[in-house]
């Protein structure tokens, strides 16, 4: 299968009194194109950081991030949904979701026909005029992931996306975002601290852990789709994954004492 | 409280100040050129208007204003929006501000007289002086407070450069703070417009000047009631648009 995009050795953390502070060292990962792959961590061992060095925001220290998706004038190769929706709060719905079209070839007809379709594949239709302060935080962030699909990237980056969400519209999102990432084949970087989450998302799951971090353990969940949130197949894999959880928190403890 | 209620609250209340003072004034416990009557206010209008002078006065301090208004909110925005975008020119102006600042808009009087005359443009320009400052903050602060998380969303959407954060973000999310400042600044300016016609020039002020000089407080009144209502209009005027352009606001 080939790569979508392609990390080595990459460094990054974060800057203080113009000293550097490695978070995450020496990190080698490739996701594949079609590929749902999850990366679980506790905090501070710079998963976000990781996304905003993919998508652009921030420079790593060290390493490479090979993006291999194509270039196309009116897609965006990569786009991000951030933990809190993130929308502009002057612009209603509509207009939230065009925002990263605006940069692109596109002539307004197109804008706005991409834009609705990303907001029915999100299920939110109706909401095309409401402004975001009239939706719920589970509505909102769909409005967050429309906005991300609607430049039609190869790579979607999701940063906790649902950690902010009630448990119920949390399990509500999930599947919906299964159902998408199904209809559209995309390939997306997930990034969570919640393992059962990743458990039932994924198809590869990705530990991070040590103090400066790296990939400690890496799972591949082979339970067939669609998953049974309780079904034993899964409830195993999440098992070993807080397994080897304890292990790599046990060993950042220890390494920074 | 209903709408009607409200509406009818306000009109008890303006109303019983207009009693309370027609009646003190009537009592002949001072003299009606100390505290003219609120009903002799109507006959010196009509007075004013018929010798032309009202619509004049009136047109001459509209014109000072708006002219000292748009100069000093165009320069107050403007120059406030870029000083916050620039850290360093941020940091190296915070002591002239704080000096040059506090300066009353009248202590510009002088000054004012000796650049441009005793004229219109010496009027515009005291008056843009109070109201330049007033958007300079609003619009520096507004600028200073936009949440970083927005501005990061646009870059990871594509909008790099500076002018398409500045439309794309910046400006639309400071737009609270900054239409703020330009209302503060459309009641301050109608308050230095007479100031800054006391000494001289065509206008308002200086027709209250000469009716006190004659102790036609009706007039003078008259002039002071003026005021108020072109603040009012402007100020409600301004609201509809304001609450319109924030229509995005909780």
Request: charged share 20%; glycine share 10%; with cysteine.
């Amino acid at each position: 299968m080939a790569k979508i995009i392609e990390i080595s050795g990459l460094s990054l953390g974060f800057q203080r009194d113009e000293q550097q502070h490695t978070v995450l060292e020496n990190l080698h990962l490739g996701v594949e194109r079609g590929e749902f792959l999850a990366i679980v961590g506790p905090s501070g061992v710079g998963k976000s950081t990781l996304l905003r060095v993919v998508v652009g925001l921030t420079q790593a220290f060290a390493g490479d991030v090979k993006v291999l998706a194509d270039k196309t004038p009116n897609r965006r190769p990569i786009a991000m949904v951030f933990q809190e929706a993130r929308l502009l709060p002057w612009r209603k719905v509509l207009r939230n979701i065009m925002l990263g079209l605006e940069g692109l070839d596109l002539d307004a007809a197109t804008r706005r026909e991409r834009a609705e379709r990303a907001l029915s594949l999100v299920g939110l239709a109706h909401c095309a005029e409401r402004w975001p302060h009239e939706l719920s935080g589970g509505q909102r962030q769909r409005i967050g992931l429309a906005r991300a699909l609607a430049v039609e990237p190869e790579l979607l980056l999701m940063d906790e996306p649902f950690a902010a969400l009630d448990a119920i519209t949390r399990q509500g999102l999930q599947d919906e975002l299964l159902r998408i990432w199904a209809e559209t084949k995309k390939s997306i970087l997930f990034v969570t601290h919640d393992i059962d989450e990743a458990a039932y998302l994924a198809d590869r799951v990705i530990l991070l852990g040590g103090s400066p971090a790296h990939v400690t353990r890496e799972f591949s969940i082979r339970t067939p789709r669609p998953r049974a949130r309780d079904g034993a197949a899964l409830a195993a894999a999440v098992g070993e994954i807080r397994a080897g959880l304890s292990e790599s928190y046990a060993y950042r403890v220890a390494s920074s004492a | 409280m209903t709408k009607t209620k409200t509406l009818a609250l306000g009109a008890v209340g303006l109303v019983s100040l207009l009693l309370l003072w027609e009646g003190f004034a009537r009592s002949g416990a001072v003299q009606s050129t100390l505290i003219p009557a609120p009903s002799a206010v109507p006959a010196a209008w009509m007075s004013e208007w018929d010798l032309g002078f009202w619509q004049d006065m009136v047109a001459a301090s509209f014109s000072h204003y708006a002219v000292g208004l748009l100069i000093g909110s165009f320069l107050g925005v403007c120059i406030g929006v870029a000083v916050a975008l620039m850290p360093r020119v941020n940091a190296s102006q915070a002591w002239i501000v704080r000096i040059v600042r506090p300066i009353p808009p009248l202590a510009w009087i002088p000054f004012a007289i000796i650049w441009f005359g005793v004229s219109e443009t010496a009027a515009a320009f005291i008056i843009s002086i109070g109201i330049f400052w007033i958007n300079y903050f609003a619009a520096l602060t507004a600028v200073q407070s936009v949440d970083k998380d927005l501005i990061e969303v646009a870059r990871a959407f594509g909008h790099h450069s500076a002018i398409g954060r500045l439309f794309k973000v910046i400006l639309p999310a400071a737009s609270p703070g900054i239409l703020g400042g330009l209302r503060t600044g459309l009641g301050q300016g109608w308050m230095t417009v007479i100031a800054a016609e006391l000494f001289g020039i065509p206008g308002i002020g200086q027709r209250m000047i000469e009716a006190s000089g004659l102790l036609a407080t009706d007039v003078v009144v008259l002039y002071m009631l003026t005021i108020g209502a072109l603040y009012g209009i402007t100020d409600y005027i301004f609201m509809l648009a304001q609450n319109r352009l924030l229509a995005w606001q909780k």
